[in-house]
């Protein structure tokens, strides 16, 4: 098979905000405890995160991480992370059946995002509480002194405000599993009242409000619609959050699945485009993807669940998937999805960052390793600088169950004029050919390849395991070359490859 696709940077999506390539930190399974925390591990620094991972979270570049969740959220009491640790409560988590110790909370998590280079994105409860508790933490978080909440921050050993910028209004409002879910209308009441009052501390800030909690879910799209009318005014996000597997065994559709992230995106700019109307508001709604992966949901069973009712674990471990070769290549069309649409997706957080659904793993007292999915990511984070280009690709296609006829290639290219510098990634979601891709350079100017890397496997069900922690990795794509204007390059079956282009800064062809 073969494809043919031009670049050209006259033509931009839109600009790449960092924020894209962000992840998600829950009070969930091993996330916190034996994942970024574990006193007692060999790495441990002198605060008890380990140090392995703090290498790994900097080496897959996230730039900012949202905390404490998630379904966790919805139940929680900031209060009880801060203070003394030998004073703070135990509790019951309803959301994931466990005991939270709450031996990290907020001062510590904004302690582990300086020692990893990330932002912190704060979600507050609007499941049972509400704007009282909005304005507190905010306060405790943001304030730099002189009122009881800063002070008593300063007490607890954090004198310097966090400055927290984005905020969360809640968590996933629409569906039963939250705790304290309801309908749009009254979930946009309250999260309405909410960003006024924290606006009244801090004009400034840039606020998520709740979207569907799926694409799946019967209210989506009126759920859009009922809470954007209530908070167009005073909020800057609107969330989406999306989980993909695959069914019974229809892999096909799976490696298709960014057609569905693809649709998802432009129905929710459509629906918030149809209420800036409404409102004749000259303000653009973008989008806040602040859930996103691939999660096999289905395995997540009640036995998972831990059904004894007079169990209540510290740090189960739970939804510790192992992913494959596939699962990192339909990852990575989730990516190139979300670069796609790089005009209104200005940020984005990958659920989970270490150990539940995520690209690190760790043992306690033992290793920290990479996933299949950490080198998208890392790849990704690390080249998409600039803009976002709108590419012509002219591919074959193929028939899937799902989503009906499919081009076989996924790509994006991204372009920073300033340092010259293009990535192109791509993604063959053949299960059985390679593709051969003629890629048009010619507006560039007098581009070199630097790099051309793919991912993929003879198995596509091989995976990064704990005694086998490096059988998957990424290895040069030998066959990038340069044919005068034409980068001939060629797709292994079920694989994704990262190329960078350079040019001399200035370099780009005129038209």
Known sequence: MRAHLTIDPHFVVGEINARLFGSFVEHLGRAVYDGIYEPTHPTADEDGYRKDVVALVREL????????????????????????????????????????????????????????????????????????????????????????????????????????????LGN????????????????????????????????????????????GMPTFGEWERVVLEETYD?????????????????????????????????????????????????????????????WYLSRYTDVERITDAGTWPVAPRLLEHAYTVMDAVVFGSLLISLLRHADRVKSANLAQLVNVIAPIMTEPGGDAWRQTTFFPFAQASSLARGTTLELKLDCPTYRTERYGDVPVVDAVATHE?????????????????????????????????????????????????????ERVGVQDNATARLDGSVMRLTLPAVSWTAVTLEAPPGGVATR
Request: net charge negative; with cysteine.
């Open 234 to 294: 005073v909020v800057d996000f609107i969330s989406c959050h999306a989980y993909f597997e695959p069914y019974d065994g229809d892999y096909g559709s799976y490696l298709a699945s960014a057609v569905e992230m693809d649709l998802f995106i432009e129905t929710v700019a459509a629906t918030a485009d149809h209420v800036k109307a409404l409102k004749r508001s000259a303000k653009t709604m973008y989008i806040a993807f602040d859930e996103w992966n691939v």
């Open 172 to 215: 996933e409002m629409d569906h039963p599993w939250q705790l304290g879910y309801g309908t749009a209308e009254s979930y946009a009441e309250l999260a309405s009242k909410t960003a006024r009052a924290m606006r009244q501390i801090d004009p400034g800030l840039e606020l998520v409000v709740c979207g569907s909690s799926g694409a």
């Open 417 to 469: 004029a300033e340092s010259g510098s293009t990535a192109v990634f791509l993604v063959n979601r053949s299960l059985t050919d390679e593709v051969a891709v003629d890629v048009e350079v010619s507006h560039l100017g007098d581009v070199r390849i630097v790099r051309a890397q793919s991912l993929h496997d003879a198995d596509v069900h091989a995976a990064n395991l704990r005694d086998d922690q």
């Open 61 to 168: 570049g996230v730039t900012a991480i949202r905390y404490p969740g998630g379904s966790f959220v919805s139940g929680y009491r900031w209060e009880d992370g801060v203070g003394p640790r030998d004073r703070r409560p135990r509790r019951l988590d309803l959301a994931w059946h466990s005991t939270e110790t709450n031996e990290i909370g907020l001062n510590e998590f904004a302690t582990w995002l300086q020692k990893v280079g990330s932002e912190m994105v704060y979600a507050v409860n609007l499941g049972t509480r509400g704007v009282q508790e909005a304005l507190d933490v905010l306060e405790y978080a943001n304030i730099r002194s002189g009122t009881a909440l800063s002070d008593l921050r300063a007490e607890h050993g954090s004198v310097e405000p966090h400055a927290i910028r984005m905020w969360c």
